[in-house]
Nanobody, 125 residues
Framework: QVHLAESGGGVVQPGGSLRLSCVAS????????MAWYRQAPGKHRELVAS???????NYIASVKGRFTISRDSAKNTAYLQMNSLKTEDTAVYYC???????????????????WGQGTQVTVSS
């Protein structure tokens, strides 16, 4: 089991920037993928960005060109650099990981970690 701790949220004006951090501690398994999610009031939690162990990244269309996900595998830490923030980006941001718990003939079987507390990002004038 991995403990996830997000930080770096805050209140920022539209067009501003924030850098979120996520530390995954206590893992007994390798981390294949780290990802950021967000959940706005009244909405389901959605995947925002992900990064694999080989550096492959994916983003939802609404944040492409504005957000950048990165990771420091040695520290089991993921980051989300958010630029040109919009009011629509307001949400609680969570991270999660895909843990490589078992090697199978078709590839790694992965599991997610329990959700952390998240960090609030508020974009407002």
């Amino acid at each position: 089991q991995v403990h996830l701790a997000e930080s770096g949220g805050g209140v920022v004006q539209p067009g501003g920037s924030l850098r979120l951090s996520c530390v995954a501690s206590g893992s007994s398994f390798g981390i294949y993928e780290m990802a950021w999610y967000r959940q706005a009031p009244g909405k389901h939690r959605e995947l925002v960005a992900s990064i694999t162990s080989d550096g492959t990244t994916n983003y939802i269309a609404s944040v492409k060109g504005r957000f950048t996900i990165s990771r420091d595998s040695a520290k089991n830490t993921a980051y989300l650099q958010m630029n040109s923030l919009k009011t629509e980006d307001t949400a609680v941001y969570y991270c999660n990981v895909d843990l490589m718990v078992e090697s199978t003939p078709t590839g790694w079987r992965t599991e997610n970690a329990p959700w952390g507390q998240g960090t609030q990002v508020t974009v407002s004038s």
